[in-house]
Structure formats: C-alpha cells, structure tokens
C-alpha cells in the first residue's frame, strides 16, 4: 500500500500513516477505494476533507444538511463514526484504529456503517 499511495508530499515520511479509504457507496468516483496517507497530528475532520479533495468527491460539510455531510468511519472499531476533532496520533494510540487500516467514507450522520457492504 505504501508504494501506491497518494498525500500530501510536504508530509515528512516518519509522520505519515496509511490507510486505504472507501468512499461513499452512491459516489460517481473513478475508484471505489484509494491508498492514501496523512500526517498523524491531522485531525480527522482534516483528513476527511483531504481524502475527499484526492477522491474526487464533493465535499458539503459546510452545508447544514446532515444527509449531505461526510463522515469517516474505522473498521477496527466495528464501523463506528470517528470524531471529527479527534487527531489521528490519538485514536491510533487509544487502539481506535490502526495504521494501514480501511476507512469508509459515507454520507450521512449515522453512527456507524456495516463495514460489509464496502468489502
């Protein structure tokens, strides 16, 4: 994964973290999913929007519309949402999720996703 993937080149090597990210199921996306990396002191808000941008996928989370808002969510923790303020370093540390892990990407605010029907 981390041959292929794709980021911020400006992010030192020692800092990045890989994960492959799923985007929403209803997307018109070239790629269902993507190999990417960020840096670990990102929050996840911030990860989602770069995640978006590299993926294509347009981003209303400015919008007050919960249906149209992205959200991210592990598959360490069972598909569960991840917090927006949250920073990577520290779900990482507290074993929320894991570096090289699959994120899914979906639309809506629902707590979490079934992780199957991205697999």
Not at 39 to 68: C, P, V
Request: charge should be neutral; glycine fraction near 6%; aromatic fraction near 8%.
């Amino acid at each position: 994964m981390k041959a292929k993937a794709k980021g911020d080149a400006g992010v030192p090597m020692k800092c990045r973290k890989y994960f492959r990210i799923y985007y929403p199921l209803n997307s018109k996306n070239e790629s269902e999913n993507l190999p990417l990396y960020f840096n670990e002191s990102w929050t996840i808000g911030r990860i989602l929007d770069k995640a978006a941008d590299l993926g294509k996928i347009t981003n209303k989370n400015n919008n007050n519309i919960s249906e149209e808002k992205l959200n991210l969510y592990g598959t360490t923790n069972n598909g569960n949402k991840l917090q927006m303020s949250e920073s990577l370093i520290n779900l990482i540390n507290n074993k929320i999720i894991q570096d090289g892990e699959s994120l899914i990407m979906e639309r809506g605010d629902m707590d979490s996703v079934e992780i199957s029907n991205y697999f």
